[in-house]
């Protein structure tokens, strides 16, 4: 007898364990051994996005802790495209968080930057300003 469709295998269990296969958690980018302290693939992967550069940039620039709203507004992009990327440049261990404070019931999250002392990050964010300011 044969059997199509895989009705056969009805009441069988998956041998595959929960969770497995699910993104797994990005490590801190912090790496000891690096000179810099910063994986290359990291930064890479978190500076391959102008508006990420453009966040930092105005990190760096200010000198002092922000809300994505408060970039948002210095950048004039969307609130949910800098949240979005803050998030991704926090997960890549490139901003930190810095503070919380209630504002009109919600919480707004403030973060520094990671890296504001790095050589090759500023000149980075200098040679690639007038680029991203035209997009």
Known sequence: MTDSGGAGKKGK????KPGKGSPRKRK???KSGDPGGWRSADLISALNHPLRRRILRSLHESGERSSPARLRERLG???SCVSYHVTVLVG?????SAGEQPVRGAIEHFYV???ADDPAIKALLESTKESDEEK
């Open 13 to 16: 269990r998956s041998k595959r």
């Open 28 to 30: 801190s980018a912090k």
């Open 77 to 79: 992009a969307e609130l």
């Open 92 to 96: 890549f261990g490139v901003l930190k």
């Open 113 to 115: 930057s990671q890296v």
